[in-house]
């Protein structure tokens, strides 16, 4: 009998208590080789961060070291269900986990920092992007990012009213969540998806709702803030979020930046038929130049 190889990364899990008192659950994946470059990926609404443990294991393996967290209200970390004050609190837990991730490195000058987030996930990341000091991060990836809403009549009536209901009734939980049909052509993975515990379908908060359009009208007077390399992954089936809003995100930033649009793939990019070739150029891009990087791969 052989011995099993060593593994590539070693896995921590760990919590921090945020400033207004949640505790945020968090997982560190750290390369057992050298490394030059540290992720922060941030989950969509309704999961969880330990569903990706598989990509974080991927990148862990290319020598990149991956930081994640449950967003309050999510997964393990405290907080009430589908719900927040406002979109401060999320973004606020997200800087604490970033001093947190950048004093694990404090002796490594030279070290890659890259942001990066799918769905509502990736309006957080590029919400904390365009907030960060110049230089803060290195770079920007997103994946069908939930960046802005296409308005149709039915939703320009309910924005009109989502304000009093905000009001009178900020905790009700009245607005759909997603389909999960929706989320991908992977039958396995939609059905680990319904059936993992720490997945919630529930209705989403009114105030939760609203935290998130405020959270896109502030993205929209920001981007032009980004200034680090961009790279967006977007399915051109996607029904979740929108390819088109992607795009003209994407058209409007004025720095380094590319765009992958995903021909007949749907919302959950990291999980669908084509995810092995989504990840292998994600991880090219997160690594950066081939001349910085302390292995080959």
């Known amino acids: 009998m052989t011995d099993a190889a060593p593994s590539p990364y070693t896995l921590t899990e760990g919590s921090f208590q945020s400033s207004r008192g949640i505790q945020i659950y968090t997982r560190k994946y750290i390369p057992t080789d050298p490394y030059n470059t540290v992720l922060l990926f941030l989950h969509g609404v309704g999961e969880h961060c330990s569903r990706f443990h598989s990509t974080f294991e991927t990148f862990a393996a290319h020598h990149i070291a991956v930081y994640a967290m449950d967003h309050r209200g999510h997964g393990r970390s405290g907080g009430k269900r589908h719900d927040c004050a406002c979109f401060d609190e999320f973004t606020d837990d997200i800087a604490a986990f970033t001093k947190i991730l950048r004093a694990d490195h404090s002796s490594q000058p030279s070290m890659r920092y890259v942001v990066?987030?799918?769905?509502?996930?990736?309006?957080?990341?590029?919400?904390?992007?365009?907030?960060?000091?110049?230089?803060?991060?290195?770079?920007?990836?997103?994946?069908?990012?939930?960046?802005?809403?296409?308005?149709?009549?039915?939703?320009?009536?309910?924005?009109?009213?989502?304000?009093?209901?905000?009001?009178?009734?900020?905790?009700?939980?009245?607005?759909?969540?997603?389909?999960?049909?929706?989320?991908?052509?992977?039958?396995?993975?939609?059905?680990?998806?319904?059936?993992?515990?720490?997945?919630?379908?529930?209705?989403?908060?009114?105030?939760?709702?609203?935290?998130?359009?405020?959270?896109?009208?502030?993205?929209?007077?920001?981007?032009?803030?980004?200034?680090?390399?961009?790279?967006?992954?977007?399915?051109?089936?996607?029904?979740?979020?929108?390819?088109?809003?992607?795009?003209?995100?994407?058209?409007?930033?004025?720095?380094?930046?590319?765009?992958?649009?995903?021909?007949?793939?749907?919302?959950?990019?990291?999980?669908?038929?084509?995810?092995?070739?989504?990840?292998?150029?994600?991880i090219e891009w997160t690594r950066g130049p081939k001349s910085s990087n302390p292995t080959s791969c």
């Open 116 to 282: 990066s987030g799918i769905s509502f996930g990736g309006l957080l990341a590029a919400s904390t992007a365009a907030a960060a000091p110049a230089n803060h991060w290195d770079g920007l990836m997103l994946f069908a990012p939930a960046i802005g809403i296409e308005m149709t009549p039915t939703l320009k009536i309910q924005q009109a009213f989502a304000p009093i209901l905000g009001f009178i009734a900020p905790t009700w939980q009245v607005v759909p969540a997603v389909d999960t049909n929706l989320l991908s052509r992977n039958e396995a993975f939609l059905e680990a998806y319904r059936t993992d515990p720490l997945n919630d379908h529930s209705l989403l908060r009114v105030r939760l709702a609203l935290s998130i359009k405020n959270g896109m009208d502030v993205l929209d007077r920001t981007r032009g803030n980004i200034k680090m390399p961009v790279l967006i992954f977007h399915g051109e089936a996607d029904k979740v979020t929108s390819p088109t809003i992607s795009k003209a995100f994407y058209d409007a930033l004025a720095t380094e930046k590319e765009y992958k649009s995903l021909p007949g793939q749907f919302h959950c990019l990291l999980d669908e038929p084509e995810r092995d070739e989504t990840i292998r150029a994600a």
